[in-house]
């Protein structure tokens, strides 16, 4: 029996993970090719700067997810 037998559960079964490095590699590609940074918030030590990250994520992907995914911007009041 050959170990690349192909089967109708092979559509679901899931992917393996990938390693760091496989993250790595994707997320500079990304870059170099479309323009898309892929920063993980654990890596922003800065808070300010993490804050500014989070708050332009939002403003991007709330507004233009929202009605195409059926997502739903949060309702956080606004601090005074």
């Known amino acids: 029996m050959s170990s ?4 109708g559960l092979a559509r679901v079964q899931a992917a393996s993970a990938a390693s760091p490095e496989e993250i ?3 997320r500079r590609r990304a870059f170099v090719e479309h323009g898309v940074a892929t ?3 654990s890596d922003v030590a800065d808070p300010w700067t993490r804050q500014a990250v989070i708050n332009e994520a939002r ?3 709330e507004s233009k997810g929202a009605s195409e995914s059926g997502l739903t911007p949060s309702r956080r009041r606004a601090r005074r």
């Open 59 to 61: 403003r991007q992907l």
């Open 39 to 41: 920063i993980h918030l």
């Open 24 to 26: 790595g590699t994707l």
């Open 4 to 7: 690349g037998l192909k089967t």
